[in-house]
C-alpha cells in the first residue's frame, strides 16, 4: 500500500465518529472483527500484537480486566522484551465495577540494604551514569512478579499457573521476529551484546542479528516461567531464580543479596485523584509523580477556556507550556518514595494551588525557567516502557504501566533465567540538581536510600463519569509519559475526539529543565512562530508515547493503539 493511499485512508477512518482502531487495523490487516457500528464489550489494547490477542482470549473466555492483564503482562515479557518483563517493575490501577472501589497497585523496584546515597559518584563527587545506567549497581530488585500475582490473587479468577500459561507456550515455542523486535535488537546490539548472557538468546551463533521473520526461543525464560507457575511467587523472590539474579549482579558489579529480594512487598495504595470539568481522574500516586502532576496541570488549566482556544492553537499550546513547567518544577522538590518521606500531594493536587498557579500565567508571554521554581509547600510532609488497557464486559477495567527503564533496561540477562534486568535506579536523584538519562531533575526527596523506590513518571489513568470508566489510558516515554496522558485525557475532555482523533493528534512537552517545549512534526508552521513570539523555545523532536487507550461509550467499548510505535493492537469483541 502507498504511503499516499494509506494516508487518505487513515484520514477517512479518523472521521468517523467513535471508530475504534480495532475497526481501522482491520482495514489494513484484513482481520474479522465487530462492525464499527457497534461497540466491543471485551477489549485490550497493548503495544504487541500477540499479547493483545491473547489478552482477548482471555476475556473472551470468562476471564475478567484483570486475568487479562496479568497474562498480557506475561505475554509481553516475552514478545517485547525491550519492555515487557520480569526484571522490572511498574504500576497498576484497577476498577472493580461491582464495589466501584479503585486501588493503586505498586510494584515498582527498590534498592538494596547496601544502597547508599552517594553510590552513583565518581571520585570527583560527579554523577556517573555509567554505575547508574550499565553496571549492577543499576538494578533494582523486581517487582514485576509479586505484583502480578498479587493482583490476581485478590482481583482475579485465574490461577497464577492458567495465567503464565500462554507467556510459556510462547517462549518454549518461540516466536516469530517482528521488523520492530529485530530493528530494536539491532540498533541496541552494542548494549546487548557487552554481556554474554544476553548475547546467546537475542543473537544468533556468532552475534548475527534475527531477521524478520526468523524465530526466536527463549528456552530459560520458559523454564522461569513454569517454574513461577508450579511454586508461585516465592520461586522468583526466594529460590534459584532469586539466586541466579543475584549472581549476575554481583558479577556486574552490583550487590544485591537473597535478603533483598525475600523483603520485597508489593503495596496497595489510595489512588490520586481529582476533577476536571465535571469527570473524575483516577491515576497513580508517588512514588509515581504521574498522578500528582496531571491533576495539578487539569486543575490548573480548568480555569482556562480550552475549547474555545482550540486544540493545539497557539494559545492553548502556550498555557498548557505555562503549566507543565509548575508542575516539573514541583516534581523536583517534593516528589518521592512516600516509604520514606512525606509528599505534600494534598496540596499539589488542590484547586486553591492551581488557581494560584494560573493567577502567574501571562497568556502574552513565556516565564523562563529561571523564574519559575518549587511552590512554597508544607516542607515534605523508556523511553522504553509500556502500556497496556483492559476493559471487560461487566465493567472492570485495568490500566497498567510497566518498564526495565530504558530499551532491555541494563541489556543484562541474568545467567540461566532468560530475565533481562532493569537499570531502575537511573531514577534516582544520584546528586541533587543533576538531570537524570530523561533530563529530570532531582533533590532530596528522591536521593538513594537503601530499600527505596525511585520516584517514576508512569502514569495508568482512569477517567470516571458517574463512577464508572470513560477512559482507560497511559503511555510509555520516560518524562513525556505524564504530558502524553494528559493530552490524549484533554483531546477528549476539552476538543471532543473520539479515542483514536485523541490518539493520533500531535503532541507537546515542557518540563521545566530543560527549557524548551519539545513539540512533534505536525503543527502549523505558523503556530510555532505564533509560539516563539510569545517567548517559548520551541523545538521539533521525535514522537513522543505509545498510548494504549479505551473508551467507554453507550455504544460499547472504542479503544486506539498508537501508530507513533509499530506492532501495536487495540482487539474487542
Known amino acids: 500500500m502507498s504511503r499516499m493511499i494509506a494516508s487518505v485512508l487513515t484520514a477517512m477512518l479518523l472521521a468517523m465518529p467513535g471508530m475504534a482502531f480495532a475497526q481501522q487495523t482491520a482495514i489494513f490487516s484484513g482481520r474479522d472483527l465487530v462492525h464499527p457500528a457497534f461497540g466491543a464489550k471485551g477489549m485490550v489494547a497493548s503495544q504487541e500484537a500477540l499479547a493483545t490477542e491473547i489478552g482477548l482470549n482471555v476475556l473472551k473466555q470468562g476471564g475478567n480486566a484483570v486475568d487479562a492483564a496479568v497474562s498480557v503482562a506475561f505475554a509481553l515479557a516475552v514478545t517485547l522484551p525491550r519492555a515487557g518483563n520480569l526484571g522490572g517493575g511498574g504500576f497498576m490501577i484497577v476498577h472493580d465495577a461491582e464495589s466501584g472501589e479503585n486501588v493503586a497497585i505498586d510494584y515498582r523496584e527498590m534498592s538494596g540494604a547496601a544502597a547508599?546515597?552517594?553510590?552513583?559518584?565518581?571520585?570527583?563527587?560527579?554523577?556517573?551514569?555509567?554505575?547508574?545506567?550499565?553496571?549492577?549497581?543499576?538494578?533494582?530488585?523486581?517487582?514485576?512478579?509479586?505484583?502480578?500475582?498479587?493482583?490476581?490473587?485478590?482481583?482475579?479468577?485465574?490461577?497464577?499457573?492458567?495465567?503464565?500459561?500462554?507467556?510459556?507456550?510462547l517462549a518454549n515455542d518461540g516466536i516469530e521476529v517482528t521488523a520492530d523486535l529485530a530493528q530494536s535488537l539491532e540498533g541496541l546490539s552494542k548494549r546487548l551484546q557487552k554481556w554474554p548472557s544476553s548475547t546467546a538468546i537475542?543473537?544468533?551463533?556468532?552475534?548475527?542479528?534475527?531477521?524478520?521473520?526468523?524465530?526466536?526461543?527463549?528456552?530459560?525464560?520458559?523454564?522461569s516461567l513454569?517454574?513461577?507457575?508450579?511454586?508461585?511467587?516465592?520461586?522468583?523472590?526466594?529460590?534459584?531464580?532469586?539466586?541466579?539474579?543475584?549472581?549476575?549482579?554481583?558479577?556486574?558489579?552490583?550487590?544485591?543479596?537473597?535478603?533483598?529480594f525475600r523483603h520485597y512487598e508489593v503495596k496497595l495504595r489510595e489512588p490520586v485523584t481529582g476533577?476536571?470539568?465535571?469527570?473524575?481522574?483516577?491515576?497513580?500516586?508517588?512514588?509515581?509523580?504521574?498522578?500528582?502532576?496531571?491533576?495539578?496541570?487539569?486543575?490548573t488549566l480548568e480555569g482556562v477556556p480550552m475549547s474555545f482556544l482550540g486544540h493545539n492553537s497557539a494559545e492553548s499550546i502556550h498555557m498548557m507550556a505555562e503549566a507543565?513547567?509548575?508542575?516539573?518544577?514541583d516534581r523536583s522538590e517534593y516528589l518521592g518514595d512516600p516509604d520514606f518521606v512525606d509528599v505534600p500531594i494534598d496540596q499539589l493536587t488542590s484547586k486553591s494551588y492551581a488557581a494560584d498557579i494560573l493567577s502567574?500565567?501571562?497568556r502574552g508571554r513565556a516565564a523562563t525557567a529561571a523564574e519559575i521554581g518549587p511552590g512554597d509547600l508544607t516542607p515534605y510532609e523508556s523511553h522504553e516502557t509500556t502500556h497496556f488497557s483492559v476493559v471487560d464486559a461487566d465493567g472492570n477495567a485495568v490500566a497498567n504501566t510497566y518498564t526495565l527503564n530504558f530499551s532491555y533496561g541494563t541489556g543484562l540477562v541474568?545467567?540461566?533465567?532468560?530475565?533481562?534486568?532493569?537499570?531502575e535506579l537511573d531514577d534516582f536523584s544520584a546528586k541533587p540538581g543533576v538531570p537524570n538519562a530523561y533530563g529530570l531533575i532531582g533533590g532530596d526527596a528522591n536521593a538513594v536510600e537503601p530499600r527505596k523506590r525511585p520516584l517514576s513518571s508512569m502514569s495508568p489513568t482512569l477517567v470516571l463519569k458517574d463512577g464508572k470508566p470513560f477512559l482507560v489510558t497511559g503511555s510509555p516515554g520516560g518524562s513525556r509519559i505524564i504530558t502524553t496522558t494528559l493530552q490524549v485525557i484533554m483531546n477528549v475532555i476539552d476538543h471532543g475526539?473520539?479515542?483514536?482523533?485523541?490518539?493520533y493528534a500531535p503532541r507537546v512537552h515542557h518540563q521545566w529543565l530543560p527549557d524548551e517545549l519539545r513539540v512533534e512534526e505536525g503543527l502549523s508552521p505558523d503556530t510555532v512562530r505564533l509560539l516563539e513570539q510569545l517567548g517559548q523555545k520551541v523545538v521539533v523532536k521525535n514522537a513522543m508515547g505509545s498510548t494504549q487507550s479505551i473508551m467507554v461509550t453507550d455504544e460499547g467499548l472504542y479503544g486506539a493503539s498508537d501508530p507513533r510505535r509499530a506492532g501495536a493492537l487495540t482487539l474487542g469483541y
Open 116 to 169: 547508599f546515597r552517594d553510590m552513583y559518584l565518581d571520585d570527583n563527587g560527579e554523577a556517573d551514569p555509567a554505575k547508574s545506567r550499565f553496571s549492577g549497581l543499576a538494578v533494582g530488585v523486581p517487582g514485576t512478579v509479586a505484583g502480578m500475582a498479587l493482583a490476581l490473587e485478590r482481583y482475579g479468577t485465574l490461577s497464577l499457573a492458567e495465567a503464565l500459561a500462554p507467556a510459556i507456550a
Open 275 to 299: 476533577t476536571y470539568r465535571g469527570n473524575e481522574i483516577v491515576s497513580m500516586p508517588p512514588p509515581s509523580s504521574g498522578g500528582v502532576h496531571i491533576v495539578q496541570i487539569l486543575n
Open 202 to 223: 537475542f543473537y544468533k551463533e556468532g552475534g548475527a542479528p534475527y531477521a524478520p521473520g526468523d524465530i526466536l526461543v527463549q528456552s530459560d525464560l520458559a523454564a
Open 226 to 260: 513454569t517454574m513461577i507457575a508450579e511454586k508461585g511467587p516465592s520461586a522468583f523472590y526466594e529460590g534459584p531464580i532469586a539466586e541466579k539474579i543475584v549472581t549476575a549482579v554481583g558479577d556486574a558489579g552490583g550487590h544485591l543479596t537473597l535478603d533483598d
Open 497 to 503: 475526539m473520539n479515542v483514536a482523533e485523541a490518539t
Open 360 to 362: 502567574q500565567i501571562s
Open 324 to 329: 507543565m513547567k509548575v508542575a516539573y518544577a
Open 414 to 423: 541474568a545467567d540461566g533465567t532468560g530475565i533481562l534486568l532493569n537499570n
